[in-house]
């Protein structure tokens, strides 16, 4: 099992949701609401750029590009981290991956069309 998995891409309208998930199966329950947990996502040809971050005390962060538009979350008894993703924008496509410490998963992608 890897120490992160992500889930829930897929392709959408513009305008329309997607909901990621970040599953850490190898983190032992009482250790993973230690964790600061973050999403990044790569476009084609771009470098890998920060779209939110959630602290182990639930503090969050967003880019500029996504705020307003993205809302992270985590369930701590399931060990999960969420990424909702409202008004869809093409620009938004890549391949979104969720990271902690010095591990990633292997990303999902999320590819929108105008």
């Known amino acids: 099992q890897p120490q992160l998995a992500e889930s829930g891409g897929g392709s959408v309208q513009a305008g329309g949701s997607l909901r990621l998930t970040c599953a850490s199966p190898r983190s032992i329950l009482s250790t993973f609401s230690t964790y600061d947990i973050a999403w990044y996502r790569q476009a084609p040809g771009k470098e890998r750029e920060f779209v939110a971050r959630?602290?182990?005390?639930?503090?969050?962060i967003y880019a500029d590009s996504v705020q307003g538009r993205f809302t992270i979350s985590r369930d701590n008894g399931k060990k999960r981290v969420f990424l909702q993703m409202n008004h869809l924008k093409p620009e938004d496509t890549a391949v979104y991956s969720c990271?902690?410490?010095?591990?990633w998963g292997q990303g999902t992608q999320v590819t929108v069309s105008s």
């Open positions: 959630i602290t182990s005390g639930r503090s969050t």
């Open positions: 990271t902690r410490d010095s591990y």
